[in-house]
């Protein structure tokens, strides 16, 4: 079957514009997440959907962040007023359940290069 | 706070070697400790996941073993092979946690023919 799929793979954006990062999860799964990787560095958690709530956005850098899930399957990360320190691989996973342990499938992830 | 550290950063070995990647988290609170893969440029590919309940697991020249008393994970390629090259890194979930996955920073792995 088909695995986690996100859109576009490669953004550049100039600063100070507005971004919308695309997630489609594994169909059926419950649970979403956002990460963002830096040049070098392991991904760090962004934010958490179980379905269409919103449980977790503790890692949302700044509320400049914000992301959506409105049906419980596809997911919006939109960054409004990019910055250089916006840049970043943005990954999404998903797991089949909301409860701990599950394991996480991620997507290829979307390059974001603000100039 | 859970933090997890990967020792070494790089490491470069010739081809048939076997290796050893260590990972150490710092909160042994966990529901498990996952081992990925990433290719320059490229998503994650799930190697291994131990439960908190398990010591290893395997997978083909793989062997990922869990110490959670002491915080430890180790991540064994046997007869490594130039397609092993890449970056692997560890994620733990912690209980608690909103289960999200905490990762390091990964070991950049090079096999040389």
């Known amino acids: 079957g088909a695995g986690v799929s996100q859109s576009p793979r490669y953004k550049v954006a100039k600063r100070g514009q507005d971004v919308a990062l695309r997630c489609d999860p594994i169909?059926?799964?419950?649970?979403l997440f956002w990460y963002q990787q830096a040049l070098g560095q392991g991904p760090e958690f962004l934010t958490y959907f179980q379905n269409e709530a919103q449980l977790d956005k503790s890692g949302l850098p700044s509320d400049r962040f914000f992301a959506e899930r409105p049906e419980g399957s596809v997911s919006t990360l939109k960054i409004q007023r990019t910055q250089q320190e916006d840049s970043a691989v943005y990954l999404c996973?998903?797991?089949?359940?909301?409860?701990?342990?599950?394991?996480?499938?991620f997507g290829p992830g979307t390059r974001l290069t603000v100039t | 706070k859970q933090e997890v550290t990967q020792i070494p950063a790089a490491l470069s070995v010739p081809e048939g070697e076997n290796l050893v990647l260590n990972c150490s988290f710092t909160?042994?609170?966990?529901?498990?400790l996952q081992w990925f893969r990433q290719d320059p440029g490229k998503g994650l590919t799930s190697l291994l996941l131990i439960q908190s309940s398990q010591r290893e697991q395997t997978s083909g020249r793989l062997n990922a073993s869990l110490d959670k008393s002491s915080g430890r994970s180790t991540l064994y390629i046997a007869a490594s092979q130039p397609g092993d090259s890449a970056t692997y890194l560890c994620a733990a979930q912690v209980t608690g946690g909103g289960n999200k996955l905490t990762f390091g920073t990964g070991t950049q792995l090079k096999v040389e023919l």
């Open positions: 169909s059926g799964h419950v649970s």
């Open positions: 909160d042994s609170a966990i529901y498990n």
């Open positions: 996973a998903s797991s089949w359940e909301d409860t701990g342990g599950a394991e996480q499938y």
